[in-house]
Structure formats: structure tokens, C-alpha cells
């Protein structure tokens, strides 16, 4: 096998650093373990948010002004379902129910999500390796003063409104690491991994609650680099730095690199946090790590890159 | 309760004739007995096609080009589905795919078929009682030379071409009438029943193989009156006339009189055929029944309406 880079992802913030890698790697040198924690079923469906957010925007097909979804989409579906009285809370566009139908279709018939996932990434035209973390059932629950809430009760339905007190990952401790992922993270020709700029608390920590993920990411001595979500002490987007205050956690890359201490041999911060590289005791990278166009995925995927060639060498 | 009329039916013909007897009769007068044994599980979803017309047809919202699904349609979910390789033989509108998703949804959480169809029907802004023949599955087999298939594969996937050799209803002996279809047959103001002229071996027999349909169609000794589906040697629309010479038998409304005997108490036969009359000895009428108006279908009510009363006199 060549040589390639393994990303831990979650949602649309990991989605951009995972497509400016694919963009200045070579294709197939990419392979992404994607959180399933925000998986979850409604009206019938096995969906995969996580997954499809990365999947949509590797293969150019993501709904950027949305933020979630297809590009060019319809909205049928979703009209008439409020009509005939079905539940509205969550929109589903008409091509992304394609998704979602299709999946449950074949999981009923028997194939793992592993399996699902990477033959649809690939007929969309994803040259990267798209790997669940788990085929196991893994689900974020989300604890506030008004009681527990299924992880797309809490960040679709209520807005992320309610103050987090606690997280926990439902049936992690019985999960088993997807063969794919597990062979990635064991294969020689694995060069790197980088912990995407995701919510490292919904969206990372599913993952490291999996048994043996932990020891997995540090199996081969490959660098492991993050990238913050937190710039200053605000997330670029989402309920990152929100829930860091709710769980009594101070907003700063500082914090973050505190989570993944242990995990991690490098991190990648924003150049507006360059102040703070001297309490920083691993080798740390600083650039404009916002992405809004291309070519600002490209510029921090090179730096993560940039690290992780120093940490090798 | 006020006097209605009960239709028996089937697909797209006998939804034309239903939506006349709806135009000229007192709305909520109409109760309309449907064919359940075309319905299937595709995608994992649960489809009711003859339902799905009937209520389209009599909600206004039927795709008079296409002959099947609903009028302004989109089909973003289908294009997506073949990009995905998935199962696209059986074509589903963005739109009425929220019909099966949200029925599928409220099977699974209990409800009846027979309750499902009345709300989503009233959803919709239809009048008439929309009932199930059945809330057991009773599924519609076709024989060929072949083996045999699941009607929808018949139907719509290879286009009724094979010849037919038997035709048998999987489930019918030990499924029971709908709750709403037996309390209607069994109601004092129960004034007529109208066979739809829909095809009298697939749409119409598989409601007559439930155990205690043809009883119930006497219990109150309405009038029982069927509309030919037959007009000389053809089938207006789909493939009674092909089944029939299949199967042996002369396609002519004749043929029709006879599969129906000791159940109809009158019938309508389309004017080309008023020189069959004297071959028929229980009260007929002539009309023109060809349904390509709206007018054509009042019409061919009125022609039903005034036979019934007749009987009744």
C-alpha cells in the first residue's frame, strides 16, 4: 500500500480541514475515521450525519450555504411530509433521502456501515477512504437540567439551547473499532494522523470512547497533530466554546490541547493565538487556520502536513 | 348516519370512476373499498399503490400524464438513488415518497392501515371515506411460465409482459375484513355498491378472496352493481383484456358478467356494447364509459346512481 494520512473527523469543520487535505494530497492518500456518535434513526432511516457531511464535501456536492446537505437540492419531500402531518424538525432534502433510503435499504440486507459508506463515497466520486468509526451503535447523549436528549434532539431540535451538563456515548464500552479503521490505524504505510478542528467533545470523544481507540491512534508512532476548533476563545462555528463554558471549561486552544494531552504530538493553532505557543510544551504550528475559501483549506492542511513531516523527521 | 354509496376498487380506473361518484354525490357520501393487495415493501418502505391513486385522484392531485404518482412532482430523490446504484425500477416522486415514508413511520409505531389512509387522506382535503380492504397483508402473486412474481414486479418492472398463468392472494385466507369496510357493509344507510371497473382478476378478486367479503357485500341487500372495465374486446387502460385471453378466457363484457355472477345485481356496459343487452339477464344500462373528462366521469356516476335506484325501486 502507499503511503497515507489518516484525519479523525466530525462534522462541516473537520469536513473542510479533510478536504484541503484530499485537495493537496495525492488521491487515495487520504483515508478519514468519521464519528457515528451523531447517528441516529428517524422516520425509518439509518442516518449518518457525520458521515454524509464528510462524504457531500469531498465530492464537491455540499450545500455551503446551508452549511449541512446537498448542493442543488429540492425540498419536496419535506412539503408534503408537513402536510400529511409527518415530523418537520429535522429537513431532509429530496436527493439526501437517496442517502439516508439507501443506506437503511442495504444495512437491512446485511452490509456494514463500513462497507455502505465506502461503496457510496466512491460512486460519488470521493477518492479518499471514508470509514465509520464503529459498525457498532455508538450514540451521543446529551445530559441538561431538563434531562438527557438524543444528540439530533439536542443540536437540530432544540439549537443547541439547552445548557450541557454532561456527555456520554452510549453503548461505546460494547463497541468494537471498524475493521477499516483498525487496519488503517495498524497499516505501515500510515505517515500521520491528525485530530480534525471538530467539537472535541461531541464529535471527537465518541471516537476515543471507543475501546482501544486510544491505544489504536498511538499503535504505529505515527505524529498525531490537532488542529483547535478555538480560536482566542470562540469556536469558528457551532456549539464548541458554548458548551466548554456549560461543562465549566475556560474556551481556549489551551483547554483543548489539555483534553488531548496524552493523545497528541503536535497542534496547529490560529495565528491570532500565536501568543500563547510559549505555554505550549509539544511541538505546536501557528497559521490562519479560518477556512472560507479553498485555498485556506489548502494553506492548513500544508501545515498540518508541514508538522507532521518536522514530528517524522 | 347519512345514506352513502360504497365503491369497491382498484387502481387508476376505478379512481376515475370514484372521483366521479365524489363530484355528483353529498360530500362525505362516498366510502370507497381499496385493493390492498398490490402494496409492497420496497426500500424498506411500505407502499400502497391503489390507496396512494385513489386518495391523489380524489384529493385532485393525481398525475393525469403519468397515470400514477402526483401531479407537479419532482424527482431529485430517484436521480440520486441511480447514482447510488440503488433499486430504480420502482419510481417514487420526491413527493410521494413523504405518503411512504410517513405510513411506513406510523406502521411501525402501531397504527392501522385502515387509520393511517382516513388521516392522511383528510390531510389531503379528501371527502369520501378512503378504506383498506384489509389491515392484513394479502399480497397479490402472479403466475408465468417463468415463475411466479410479486405483483409490482409484474407490473411495473417487466411491464405485465409475461403471459399470466395463475393469479393467487398470498395472505387472503387468514386475513380478515378492515374494521371501517365491514362496520360500512353492515350499515343500515349502506345505499349501493359499485364495482369500479377496474380489473375484476387483479384489483377486484383479491378484495372478493378476503373470507366473508362476498357475504358482507350482501349482508344488507344493497344493490350491487358493476361497471364492465371490458368495452367489446378491450381493456380501456392496462392489461385486463391481455390477463384475460391469457388466462383463457374471452375478453367481453360478457366475460365480466359472468366472473361477477350471483355477486352483481345490475351492470353498466359502455354504449359500443348495448348489443350485448339481450345476452344479459339482470338489469343493465348503456352509457358512453370512456373516462377522459371530468364530465365523463359524472356521467358514468350518474349512470351507476341511476341503476342503483332503479334496483332499489
Redesign the interface.
Known sequence: MSDFILALTGGIGGAKLCLGLQRVLAPGALRIIVNTGDDFEH???AISPDIDTTVYTLAGLANCELGWG?KD??W??????Q?????AWFRL???????H??R??RR?AGETLTDITA??AH??GVPSRVIPMSDDPVRTVVGTAAGELAFQEYFVRERCGPAVTALRFQGAQAANISGAAAASLHDASLQAIVIAPSNPYLSIDPALAVPGMRAALRARGAPVIAVSPIIGDSAVKGPTAKIMRELGLAPSPLTVLEHYRGLIDGIVLDERDAGLAKHIHIPARVCDTLMRSLEDRERVARAVLTLALELRC
Open positions: 422516520l425509518g432511516l446537498r437540492e429540492t419536496t419531500f419535506m412539503e408534503v411530509l402536510t400529511l402531518g409527518g415530523p432534502g429530496d436527493g439526501d433521502l437517496a442517502m433510503i439507501e437503511t435499504r437491512a461503496d457510496l460512486r460519488l
